[in-house]
């Protein structure tokens, strides 16, 4: 039951990590598919933990993120690359230009940046939930 609860907050958080980088991802029309791209990645990184269980490695926060950062480079790429699901642009995301980076970026770095703020988000929802 908590892997069901963590997998719709994955997949919640990856829509609020969609409107937050705003221009930069552009997902297909149908809602069907954006629906499975959200599923996908909220399994993916729900599976995070296990993954760390399996090779008998500590379940912390530093953990959880840098495989985090591995795993969500690694789906980014496939659904970018492979199936085309989510098309990335060269604009930087908006959280980016808020702050003052006003720098282009090409679509490799669009997807970086997609996957230190989706691993930082759900790292931070993380130790939130646990310091509750």
Not at 47 to 59: N, Q
Not at 106 to 112: A, P, T
Request: aromatic share 16%.
């Amino acid at each position: 039951m908590k892997d069901l609860y963590l997998t719709v907050r994955n997949t919640v958080l990856f829509y609020f990590i969609i409107v937050l980088v705003g221009s930069a991802i552009v997902l297909p029309g149908s809602i069907a598919e954006k629906l499975f791209i959200g599923l996908v990645f909220g399994v993916v990184t729900t599976a995070i933990p296990h993954l760390l269980k399996f090779f008998k490695l500590p379940v912390n926060s530093g953990s959880i993120f840098l495989l985090c950062i591995i795993i969500s480079f690694i789906y980014f790429v496939v659904m970018s690359y492979f199936f085309t699901l989510i098309q990335f642009s060269s604009r930087l995301p908006d959280i980016f230009v808020f702050i003052g980076l006003n720098t282009s970026a090409d679509r490799l770095m669009s997807i970086v940046y997609l996957t230190l703020i989706s691993s930082l988000v759900i790292v931070g929802f993380d130790s939130l939930e646990k310091n509750a």
